[in-house]
């Protein structure tokens, strides 16, 4: 006996790879629907490689009762009004929004560094995702915090244009296009020319000069993995189409050598440690697409700080910053709490 499971902002690129990560990993689904927007309503999605469409229905309409699980990556406005409703009607969302994450009554998890925290899930019937950059990062902090407890991060960002929708990725090949012709290039989805370039902004400012992308990794960090952890982030937007890529700093109380970290990463829940000294010895963004899997690679000793380490984390954030960990936190779900058959 398996689950009914509706996907929310099905058409768009992280609602598509839910529903091919659902097929691909054979979650247990009796019944799969696709909602969104009333322009998408109508349309015909492909269910994994199954070979089966599923129609897309108008989330204005869409009546959440006797439904298990909602998987909504819909953006915030739409989620604002639709999640609750869901939740209402006895079907615990999965949210990849920012909206929840921070609030006190919703579990934000990241099943291979918190799971147990997803058993407060029933103050709001929510769940939140995580941001996708938070996300791998944290998976590949969480063995090393267990070992010899993380007092600093600091990281910075590579984040490809996935990260900002369709969009995004278009302007990058748009632009990529007009420059190899001679055409003009106008930045319309990012402030300044994407191609070619590199923007340190993701994200609104704010007061203190951080973006609120920055502020997600401080504050997700600390409510996911640990509040004493001090996080500081500078997030960059690269023109690079899929992944996410991080070089991370890292400052622990207790001594730990860089091959005492590349023994615990090679063992570590959703980890893969590709780490040799020589030319092409770690992985980029171009080879980790269409994996589950956080990469580290470029492990060493910060020669900086006492009990310092470096490192370079590369991950999919189409799959693990979002779809791949929604649906990971519906099996968890499944395990913990909605056992079936």
């Known amino acids: 006996m398996g689950y009914r499971v509706v996907v929310v902002g099905a058409t768009g690129n992280v609602g598509r790879e839910m529903l091919n990560i659902l097929a691909e990993r054979e979650f247990p689904c009796d019944e799969i629907a696709a909602a969104a927007s009333s322009r998408s309503t109508g349309d015909e999605l492909e269910y994994g490689d199954t070979g089966r469409m599923i129609k897309v229905k108008n989330l204005e309409h869409f009546d959440f009762t006797g439904w298990d699980i909602a998987l909504f990556a819909a953006g915030s406005e739409p989620t604002k ?11 615990v969302v999965i949210d990849n929004s920012s909206l929840y994450r921070m609030d006190p009554d919703v579990p934000l998890i990241v099943p291979e560094v918190n799971p147990e925290a997803i058993d407060g899930y029933k103050a709001k019937n929510i769940i939140a995702n995580p941001n996708c950059s938070t996300a791998q990062m944290v998976v590949a902090l969480k063995p090393l915090h267990d070992a010899a407890k993380i007092k600093r991060v600091v990281v910075s960002t590579y984040q490809s244009t996935s990260g900002s929708g369709k969009a995004g990725m278009d302007e990058l090949f748009e632009q990529s296009r007009a420059i190899f012709v001679g055409d003009p290039v106008e930045p319309k989805k990012y402030t300044k020319q994407i191609a070619f370039n590199v923007i340190p902004h993701i994200d609104s400012f704010l007061d203190d000069g951080f973006t609120k992308e920055e502020w997600k990794m401080v504050v997700e960090t600390k409510k996911i993995l640990d ?37 615990i990463l090679r063992e570590a829940p959703g980890v893969m440690l590709v780490d040799k000294r020589e030319d092409g010895g770690y992985v980029t963004p171009i080879e980790c697409v269409g994996d589950g899997a956080t990469y580290v690679s ?8 006492d009990n310092g380490l470096a490192l370079w984390c590369v991950a999919d954030n189409l799959r693990k910053g979002a779809a791949l960990n929604a649906v990971q936190i519906a099996e968890l779900l499944g395990r913990r709490h909605l056992k079936k058959g």
């Open 298 to 305: 470029r492990v060493r000793e910060d020669p900086t700080v």
């Open 81 to 91: 009004i639709h999640a609750p409703r869901a939740a209402a009607a006895g079907c």
């Open 227 to 263: 509040p004493k952890i001090k996080v500081v982030a500078t997030c960059v937007r690269v023109p690079v189409f899929v992944g996410h890529s991080e070089a991370i700093n890292i400052e622990f109380e207790d001594e730990i050598s860089a091959e005492q970290a590349q023994d």
